[in-house]
């Protein structure tokens, strides 16, 4: 079983158009995260929900908007896209309490045409 | 404001020899820190954490990583590399406020020469 699990792997689109990513989590973790990795690999925090309330929210074009619908679901929805934002997406979720570790999906690249 | 600070953005090794990579980082409070491995296409594997406790670090694939809160350090390292190793190798640290986001070096990716 999947831990975190997103979909697409893969999104190819072009400038203007609309896109959602979705995530899920299947340990019972308290807290969600969206990072997005440039094409230099770096990484960097997006969004972050806890118990479907939104706590960061970095400072991203609101182009991004986050929606939990539920405490295992994270999604990201993209409006008019733009050159800039193909990168990697990444979530990841962490449990509650004192543990510390995150736990990341497998990504989804995103290329803008 | 925590930040981490990774030395070299490639490092290469024959296989066989001592893996060495550095993460500095900087924190107000007492940082948790972290190794994640990503291998190409995939998403990013936790190597291992400090948290509290014991400063040696022990973690999956032979890895292990030393904090050293005099010199602000926590360097990965691994005896003897394998070329399944190569790899980009990520150093985070946690945030202080209740979302403890990762905030990560600008990674190190590492060769392994036959």
């Known amino acids: 079983d999947t831990a975190v699990s997103q979909t697409p792997k893969y999104l190819v689109t072009q400038m203007g158009n609309d896109k959602s990513i979705k995530c899920e989590q299947n340990?019972?973790?308290?807290?969600m995260y969206w990072y997005k990795q440039d094409s230099k690999k770096f990484l960097k925090i997006m969004f972050s929900?806890?118990?479907?309330?939104?706590?960061i929210n970095e400072t991203v074009p609101n182009r991004f908007s986050p929606k939990s619908p539920d405490k295992a679901h994270l999604n990201l929805h993209i409006n008019s896209l733009e050159l800039g934002d193909s990168a990697v997406y990444f979530c990841?979720?962490?449990?509650?309490?004192?543990?510390?570790?995150?736990?990341f999906g497998p990504g989804t690249r995103l290329l803008v045409l | 404001a925590q930040s981490v600070t990774q030395l070299g953005s490639h490092v290469s090794v024959s296989e066989g020899a001592l893996v060495l990579l550095r993460c500095n980082y900087s924190?107000?409070?007492?940082?948790?820190l972290f190794w994640y491995v990503q291998y190409p296409n995939q998403g990013l594997q936790l190597l291992l954490k400090?948290?509290?406790?014991?400063?040696l670090v022990k973690g999956i694939n032979g890895f292990e990583a030393e904090f050293k809160k005099s010199e602000t350090s926590f360097h990965l390292t691994k005896p003897s590399a394998h070329m399944s190793d190569a790899a980009e190798y990520f150093c985070?640290?946690?945030?202080?406020?209740?979302?403890?986001?990762?905030?990560f070096g600008s990674g190190t990716q590492l060769t392994v020469l036959p």
């Open positions: 990841a979720s962490r449990p509650g309490g004192p543990q510390e570790t995150q736990y």
């Open positions: 340990l019972g973790h308290d807290t």
């Open positions: 929900y806890n118990n479907k309330e939104l706590i």
């Open positions: 924190s107000s409070v007492p940082p948790y």
């Open positions: 400090y948290t509290t406790g014991a400063t």
């Open positions: 985070a640290v946690t945030g202080s406020g209740s979302a403890r986001q990762l905030t």
